[in-house]
C-alpha cells in the first residue's frame, strides 16, 4: 500500500540536471530503449488534489490507483515530459519509440472531479501502441469539479468499465 501527496514512478530515465533545473523529461535508455515495464498490483492512494503517475513502455494496473480531484496518468512510450500545475493537475507528453508502447488497466483507477490519462505513443512503421482497459475507471463528478478520461494510442481497447457521470441538477 502507498499513500502520498504524489508519486510518479517510471522506468525511464531522469538525469540529475534535468531535475536540479526542474525539466521533467523522462527518456528510455540506448539506442532501442528500454522495454522496462512499471506495473501496480497494490493500492496507490494520493491526498484529495495530488497525483499519481506511472511512465515506461510498458505500463500496467492490476490493484487500485486513487485520487480526488487530482491526477492520475499511465503513459506508455520511449519518453515522457511531465508538466505539474500549481493546482496539483499533472500532464504528460509522450514520444514514441522503437519498442511497441501498451497500457493495460486490469485494475481499479478513480479520480472523483479529477483527469485520467492512458496514453501510449510507439512508432508508426514499428509498432502500433496499445491502451487496453478490461478493468474500471472512473472519474466522476465531485462536488462542483467534473472528471475527465482520456485514452490515446494507434488501438484503444475497452471490455470494461469507464464513468465520468455527474449528479442531476434538481
Same mark, same amino acid.
Given at each position: 500500500?502507498?499513500?502520498?501527496?504524489?508519486?510518479v514512478a517510471s522506468a525511464?530515465?531522469?538525469?540529475?540536471?534535468?531535475?536540479?533545473?526542474?525539466?521533467?523529461?523522462?527518456?528510455?535508455?540506448?539506442?532501442?530503449?528500454?522495454?522496462?515495464?512499471?506495473?501496480?498490483?497494490?493500492?496507490?492512494?494520493?491526498?484529495?488534489?495530488?497525483?499519481?503517475?506511472?511512465?515506461?513502455?510498458?505500463?500496467?494496473?492490476?490493484?487500485?490507483?486513487?485520487?480526488?480531484?487530482?491526477?492520475?496518468?499511465?503513459?506508455?512510450?520511449?519518453?515522457?515530459?511531465?508538466?505539474?500545475?500549481?493546482?496539483?493537475?499533472?500532464?504528460?507528453?509522450?514520444?514514441?519509440?522503437?519498442?511497441?508502447?501498451?497500457?493495460?488497466?486490469?485494475?481499479?483507477?478513480?479520480?472523483?472531479? @479529477?483527469?485520467?490519462?492512458l496514453t501510449a505513443k510507439?512508432?508508426?512503421?514499428?509498432?502500433?501502441?496499445?491502451?487496453?482497459?478490461?478493468?474500471?475507471?472512473?472519474?466522476?463528478?465531485?462536488?462542483?469539479?467534473?472528471?475527465?478520461?482520456?485514452?490515446? @494510442?494507434?488501438?484503444?481497447?475497452?471490455? @470494461?468499465?469507464?464513468?465520468?457521470?455527474?449528479?442531476?441538477? @434538481?
Amino acid at each position: 500500500r502507498v499513500d502520498v501527496g504524489g508519486l510518479v514512478a517510471s522506468a525511464l530515465d531522469l538525469s540529475q540536471q534535468d531535475f536540479a533545473d526542474g525539466r521533467f523529461q523522462f527518456n528510455a535508455r540506448g539506442v532501442n530503449g528500454s522495454s522496462a515495464s512499471v506495473v501496480n498490483q497494490g493500492q496507490m492512494r494520493a491526498s484529495a488534489g495530488g497525483y499519481l503517475a506511472l511512465f515506461g513502455q510498458q505500463v500496467a494496473n492490476e490493484g487500485d490507483i486513487a485520487v480526488d480531484a487530482g491526477s492520475v496518468v499511465l503513459a506508455a512510450g520511449r519518453s515522457a515530459t511531465v508538466s505539474i500545475s500549481g493546482n496539483g493537475l499533472l500532464s504528460a507528453v509522450v514520444s514514441a519509440g522503437s519498442v511497441p508502447a501498451q497500457v493495460d488497466n486490469a485494475g481499479r483507477i478513480t479520480a472523483d472531479g @479529477g483527469v485520467i490519462t492512458l496514453t501510449a505513443k510507439s512508432a508508426q512503421d514499428i509498432a502500433a501502441s496499445l491502451v487496453n482497459n478490461t478493468g474500471i475507471v472512473r472519474a466522476n463528478a465531485l462536488v462542483e469539479r467534473g472528471g475527465e478520461i482520456w485514452i490515446t @494510442g494507434d488501438t484503444v481497447s475497452t471490455s @470494461g468499465t469507464l464513468s465520468a457521470a455527474a449528479p442531476e441538477r @434538481g
